[in-house]
């Protein structure tokens, strides 16, 4: 008999049907990948599971038994774990703290922390995940945070354990390791549900997969006779290819960062001493876990606050201090990190924040003062024909488009005055395959007109596969940039996970690591 | 100098501070408990009035001190469900939903009273409660006069300083409050209702407000008059974050706020001292409050998800 069974979930949104009818099982020991677009509707069948929504229609059952609805605490104690994408950790709080509230009965004097605290310590060995029970999550390096919303869901006898993208936000030897743990486990009994958009991790951890488009099961296959390409066709629908970059000479240094340093230095996140030059005609890509101060780079170079040591020239010209005026003025393009904070004004009409960082030109206004609504209208309208973006029109407000169109109407905002530098964080994050494969043709159409392009992603499949160089970001400093394919994805993966040793000798590990990978 | 030396060194001045303190503790672990669990309470100022009436009322209509003291606490207890509803269920905005049940609060206490004594022009007294000597150690030197000679509802404030500690650090329901105020969806996860949580934190909180305003009609003074209550609500407001959270701080932060003002009223009587305005001595604990607290509040770890709404099923 399955563990789980998942009869005819059915969950509505409004209009929009987030789960229609879906059949899922699961048996002790298995690992089924449940792979999906972001909206193809995995987290919220994740979240029925778990009692956080409750089904319009279908019935869970475990072990045979019917699950109650909508309890997160009947789920719970039924057994079903479940690591969210986002920790549901309390920073300020430590991990016994954590693991231990709704464990025991709420009204007691007294809390059991001599017996909790033997049972964590004998379960961390038992399954391998290390951790010290009275360091606050605050001191924790993601993975350990990990480690520990794993323990919180086997402390409470997990027999079906959900994990929600984990691999988001790990290097790829934290992944490794989770990889690891997860196989322990399953060979103990466990079940578990790995949620998932790429591909390569679920080919190596499951066992069976389930495809998830548009709210529908749309298929299951067994692991074992499944590749890359069958899995993509199914989740996505159709055949998408991502560009390739063609191979081009890089001209002359558009920017140039010489020993950039930022206050308040002793928080990992603060820049110290940056040295990073891009040319025409080039991609530099930034990898590192984020939070390593990937996000002061990109505010630096958008003019959104100051350096306080060091040099930026751009164009050849050194910048004393730096406004978002000048960047712009200066040809800087920029797609920031969340397009719905800081991209656009989702309350603003789509002309609106298309015209929004060219209010003075007169493409837009009269003498300068004076906003030309006509003019600025036709002009959206040119801007919403070339780069596609799906609408009602230019007068339809900015919230009601889809993540992709959203990023459409930024790359058109950046792209569309010629800049000569594109600052480009995370361009490509959360959108589903087709706008994935646009803005990336899109950037890689603007490096081969000659801009100079700063690409920050925290997935290193994207950075190898657009970048001419990358540079690695940790604790806020820069390792110098390398040509893209002298080193291999683990060599990265240790440079992101701060490991010094590996930034050393580079020609000579890289040629033999790579000579390695091809062996293979 | 000498003369300032002196004060310190009295016993006056101490009993007096103890005296002073024991209101500003309730406010500030009601509010501490609210802020804790992710409420903040902008109706203290009002909850402390409504007390501070109910509780009188409740003695000059012919009960007993005590039952004045518990029918405060659950007035108090009702406006803090409501400010509850509002912010916890409902998700209003905390600062706007509190600045209405001081409102609310404070006009409806003078209401009442003027309802129920609509002639009174010098306001009627109450028998209030009296100085119990705690037998023993209340022989002991400048202590014995300082702390164990005071009021009940005095020994009670500074027994919550210790208990509303164990409470938050040391049992389960501590536990999920503060996690509440941490990390809501946390709580949620691990099979509890934060709404409930948050609920209970804010009833009781607002209860031991409600006490702190009853202390001042009925322990300090004998009567109700209005204004009593005079700021400090928004004085306790600021405690909290002086202590950065923690009930043993709050106390400090307290007793040194009633230490300036037990301080500033014997200094104004010294010879000499009248060179000074006394309005200068009226300023001075707010300004070294506020001095304080600019080098206290600003390592404070403060609880993540203060003033954040939380709503059950929403995307995270």
């Known amino acids: ?520 | 100098m000498m003369d300032l030396l002196e004060i310190i060194l009295s016993t006056g001045f101490w009993a007096a501070t103890i005296r002073i303190v024991s209101p500003l503790i309730f406010g500030t672990l009601g509010e501490l408990i609210c802020e804790r669990a992710g409420v903040l309470n902008l109706g203290i100022e009002g909850i402390m009035t409504i007390g501070a009436m109910a509780g009188w009322m409740w003695v000059y209509q012919g009960g007993d001190l005590w039952g004045g003291v518990i029918f405060a606490a659950t007035v108090g207890g009702i406006f803090g469900f409501l400010h509850a509803i509002f912010t916890v269920h409902l998700g209003l905005s905390q600062h706007v939903t509190g600045i209405g049940i001081t409102l609310f609060g404070s006009s409806l206490s003078y209401f009442v009273y003027r309802m129920l004594l609509p002639s009174a022009t010098t306001p009627p007294k109450i028998v209030p409660f009296q100085t119990y000597k705690i037998p023993y150690l209340s022989d002991l030197p400048v202590v014995g006069e300082a702390v164990f000679s005071q009021t009940p509802l005095t020994y009670l404030a500074l027994l919550c300083v210790p208990l509303v500690w164990y409470m938050l650090q040391r049992t389960p329901i501590g536990l999920a409050v503060r996690m509440a105020g941490e990390n809501p969806v946390a709580v949620e996860a691990q099979g509890i209702n934060v709404l409930a949580v948050r609920t209970g934190a804010v009833v009781v909180g607002s209860a031991l407000m409600a006490i702190g305003g009853a202390f001042i009609t009925m322990s300090a003074f004998d009567a109700f008059f209005f204004g009593m209550i005079n700021g400090r609500g928004w004085i306790c407001v600021a405690l909290v974050i002086f202590a950065s959270w923690r009930p043993g701080k709050a106390f400090l932060g307290a007793m040194l706020f009633a230490g300036l003002e037990a301080f500033q009223v014997r200094a104004q009587q010294i010879t000499g001292a009248s060179i000074i305005p006394y309005q200068f001595y009226l300023m001075l604990p707010y300004i070294l409050s506020i001095v304080a607290m600019v080098f206290m509040a600003r390592k404070a770890k403060y609880p993540h998800a203060l003033l954040v709404p939380f709503r059950r099923g929403e995307r995270v």
Not at chain 1, 4 to 23: E, H, M, V
Not at chain 1, 452 to 481: R, T
Not at chain 1, 500 to 506: D, I
Request: aromatic share 4%; proline share 3%.
């Open chain 1, 1 to 520: 008999m399955p563990v789980l069974q998942l009869r005819n979930i059915t969950k509505r949104f409004g209009s929009l049907t987030a789960n229609d009818s879906i059949d899922l099982s699961l048996a002790r020991g298995e690992v089924l990948a449940l792979l999906g677009e972001n909206g193809a509707g995995k987290t919220t069948l994740m979240n029925i599971l778990f009692g956080h929504y409750r089904a319009d229609e279908g019935l869970i059952e475990i072990d045979g038994k019917p699950l109650l609805p909508g309890s997160t605490e009947a789920a719970i104690s039924a057994g079903i774990g479940m690591v969210h994408q986002h920790f549901t950790l309390a920073d300020n709080l430590t991990v016994l703290e954590n693991i231990t509230l709704g464990t025991e009965p709420l009204w007691s004097w007294r809390q059991n922390s001599k017996a909790a605290r033997q049972k964590l310590t004998q379960m961390s060995s038992e399954f391998g995940l290390v951790i010290n029970p009275d360091a606050e999550i605050a001191d924790l390096s993601v993975g350990e945070r990990q480690r520990v919303e794993i323990l919180k869901a086997l402390y409470r006898d997990a027999r079906v354990l959900i994990l929600d993208e984990p691999t988001a936000v790990l290097t790829p030897q934290e992944a490794d390791d989770l990889f690891e743990t997860l196989r322990s486990l399953t060979a103990k009994g466990l079940a578990i549900i790995f949620i998932s958009h790429k591909l390569h991790e679920i080919l190596a951890i499951s066992n069976r997969v389930a495809v998830l488009r548009r709210g529908a099961i749309v298929g299951e296959v067994k692991t074992e006779n499944a590749d890359k390409s069958l899995l993509a066709e199914m989740m996505v629908g159709e055949k998408i290819t991502r560009p390739t970059p063609r191979s081009i000479k890089h001209g002359k240094a558009v920017l140039r960062l010489e020993n950039v340093s930022t206050k308040g230095a002793a928080t990992s996140s603060s820049l110290q001493n940056i040295d990073l030059i891009i040319n025409a005609h080039e991609i530099v890509g930034i990898a590192g876990v984020s939070g390593n101060g990937q996000a002061e780079l990109a505010d630096l170079l958008s003019g959104l606050y100051q350096h306080d040591s060091g040099s930026i020239e751009l164009l050849g010209e050194n910048l004393k201090s730096i406004s978002t005026r000048d960047m712009l003025s200066r040809g800087v393009g920029r797609i920031p990190e969340d397009r719905h904070k800081s991209g656009v004004v989702g309350d603003m009409q789509i002309w609106e924040n298309l015209i929004s960082e060219d209010l003075r030109s007169k493409t837009t206004s009269k003498f300068g003062i004076f906003l030309d609504k006509s003019k600025a209208i036709n002009r959206a309208e040119d801007l919403i024909a070339k780069y596609d973006i799906r609408c009602k029109g230019p007068l339809a407000e900015t919230k009601l488009l889809s993540g992709g169109n959203i990023q459409k109407l930024i790359l058109a905002r950046a792209l569309s005055p010629n800049p000569s530098f594109i600052l480009a964080n995370q361009p490509v994050r959360g959108l589903d395959e087709g706008a994935i494969a646009y803005v990336q043709t899109q950037l890689l159409e603007a490096r081969d007109r000659g801009v100079g392009i700063l690409l920050i992603s925290e997935d290193l499949d994207e950075l190898m596969a657009l970048s001419d160089k990358i540079a690695v970001m940790y604790h806020g400093k820069l390792s110098p940039a390398f040509e893209n394919g002298s080193k291999t994805i683990a060599e990265i993966g240790l440079m992101m996970a701060g490991q010094e040793s590996s930034l050393k000798g580079t020609p000579q590990a890289g040629a033999v690591a790579m000579e390695g990978a091809h062996a293979n």
